[in-house]
């Protein structure tokens, strides 16, 4: 195949992506403007930012006057899991130079990732990424757009029912990952009574931060999130649009490091 | 508040998430994680979307607990019954925006 050829490929598998990320994006950006970000700082963050989950923490932060450096860690600790999707991805590369490496590597996030890295061996080329990947990209920029744009004329009330568009999908990643796990399901759970409880005494912001390290750093003892093989295609369909999160990358990923 | 604050969220946003992305690119081909860590990997995309979900979903309307309360239900039924994400997420915006109107 030409260089051509991948990257119309490329773009036509981010199609079920970019749904999603049109969608949640225009959420995220109702709720920055709602939170008082301006036009020109909702659409910049999810040029430089581009991660769903830590966008959204970020403005919810803000909501809350969180400092800085509480936001920044949060940040590092919700994207944390790029560290690995990256080191898969070009793993899977055999000639880059650094430049492309350092360039590419502000695309990488979970839904283009687990199709990249399950797409056969003779699509791993730089134009099926950049079809792929950039595709992805621009569409959740347009989300942006869309949302800046859909804060001022949508009613008031669709506005403010919009708010829950991002909880909605962290549900819908969250729940049916417990579904089928049981000892996942009983750390969500607690995840959620822990950060409920802590919420009470601390800023949400440090609240999240300790719910994360408590509850994962106890039930890394005994919990292995993965997907199972045999659950892996009921979560298929999940992981084609999610947008932030989902078992699937890290399984996929998984697969990738024992094949390579 | 500095009226600079959202602004350098952004930058600090880019700040925190692009060495992530960029350092493995560059400098590491294949991690090998001990399993404790690894799982603990694992671990952290759900309980911090559960975190930012709970008990943060319950404040998400201005002003109407109960509508806020009617959209987590609807999300949660919708998710447990395996309904696609776009689904799930238009469903909670809908019943939101429902009993919003209807109180």
């Keep these: 195949m030409n260089s051509r050829q991948l990257f119309l490929l490329g773009a036509k598998h981010s199609i079920p992506i970019c749904l999603g990320y049109i969608f949640v994006g225009i959420a995220y950006a109702v709720m920055a403007k709602q939170t008082g970000y301006s036009n020109f700082e909702t659409i910049l963050m999810s040029m430089i930012c581009y991660s769903g989950s830590g966008q959204f923490l970020a403005v919810t932060q803000a909501k809350e006057g969180a400092s800085l450096i509480a936001i920044v860690i949060g940040l590092i600790l919700l994207n944390f899991r790029y560290f690995i999707m990256s080191t898969c991805v070009f793993a899977r590369f055999k000639k880059l130079s650094n430049f492309k490496r350092a360039w590419f590597a502000h695309y990488i996030t979970d839904e283009p990732f687990a199709i990249f890295t399950t797409a056969k061996e003779d699509l791993i080329s730089v134009w099926y990424f950049a079809g792929l990947f950039l595709v992805s990209w621009c569409s959740w920029i347009s989300g942006a757009v869309l949302g800046v744009v859909a804060n001022d004329i949508f009613p008031y009330d669709l506005t403010q029912a919009m708010g829950i568009a991002l909880y909605a999908l962290?549900?819908?990643?969250?729940?049916?990952?417990?579904?089928?796990?049981?000892?996942?399901?009983?750390?969500?759970?607690?995840?959620?009574?822990?950060?409920?409880?802590?919420?009470?005494?601390?800023?949400?912001?440090?609240?999240?931060?300790?719910?994360?390290?408590?509850?994962?750093?106890?039930?890394?003892?005994?919990?292995?999130?993965?997907?199972?093989?045999?659950?892996?295609?009921?979560?298929?369909?999940?992981?084609?649009?999610?947008?932030?999160?989902?078992?699937?990358?890290?399984?996929?990923?998984?697969e990738v490091v024992k094949n390579g | 508040m500095d009226s600079h604050y959202y602004i350098y969220?952004?930058?600090?946003?880019?700040?925190?998430?692009?060495?992530?992305?960029?350092?493995?690119?560059?400098?590491?081909?294949?991690?090998?994680?001990?399993?404790?860590?690894?799982?603990?990997?694992?671990?952290?995309?759900?309980?911090?979307?559960?975190?930012?979900?709970?008990?943060?979903?319950?404040?998400?309307?201005?002003n109407n607990q109960y509508a806020a309360y009617i959209g987590t239900a609807v999300a949660i039924i919708a998710a447990l019954a395996r309904a696609s994400l776009s689904v799930v997420v238009l469903v909670s915006v809908a019943a939101v925006y429902v009993a919003i109107v209807a109180s």
């Design chain 1, 170 to 254: 962290f549900i819908a990643i969250v729940v049916p990952a417990g579904k089928c796990n049981f000892k996942l399901l009983i750390v969500i759970l607690s995840a959620a009574i822990i950060n409920i409880l802590l919420s009470q005494v601390l800023d949400s912001c440090w609240a999240i931060l300790s719910t994360i390290i408590i509850c994962s750093a106890i039930g890394a003892f005994f919990v292995d999130a993965k997907v199972k093989s045999d659950d892996s295609k009921k979560t298929e369909p999940v992981a084609q649009d999610s947008v932030s999160n989902n078992a699937e990358p890290t399984q996929k990923e998984d």
């Design chain 2, 9 to 62: 969220i952004v930058l600090l946003s880019f700040v925190a998430t692009y060495p992530i992305r960029a350092i493995p690119a560059l400098f590491i081909s294949k991690l090998n994680l001990s399993g404790y860590w690894q799982r603990f990997l694992d671990l952290v995309p759900y309980t911090a979307l559960t975190a930012l979900v709970f008990p943060g979903i319950f404040y998400c309307v201005e």
